[in-house]
């Protein structure tokens, strides 16, 4: 299981970057209480080895989505669902949140 689950985001006013990301804790088998990071915080704990995956609502339940990566295109990190290297931000199938 992953040390962190990811259930929303807020993008930039392009809609190219991900500005903040709600993340909460797996403890056992609890998810804990959601928190808003900022990238470079999701980036760093990445970069130290904690592991993300997407955390999808389904009903009225939680059910696991997607692994997490950090994908570096000209020097700079993105965090996607995916492996593309495309400058840009992409977490597929989460909610954005204002």
């Known amino acids: 299981m992953a040390d962190y689950g ?25 998810f804990g209480m959601r928190e808003n990071w900022l990238r470079t915080k999701v980036i760093s704990e990445f970069e130290e080895g904690k592991t993300f995956i997407t955390v999808l609502k389904q009903g009225d339940r939680l059910k696991k989505g997607l692994e997490i990566s950090i994908v570096t295109v000209d020097g700079k990190k993105y965090i996607r669902t995916d492996l593309e290297n495309k400058a840009s931000d992409n977490i597929k199938d989460i909610p954005e949140f204002m």
Do not use: A, L, Q, R
């Open 6 to 30: 990811i259930t929303g985001v807020k993008y930039d006013s392009i809609g190219k970057y991900i500005e903040w990301i709600k993340v909460g804790k797996f403890t056992g088998s609890s």
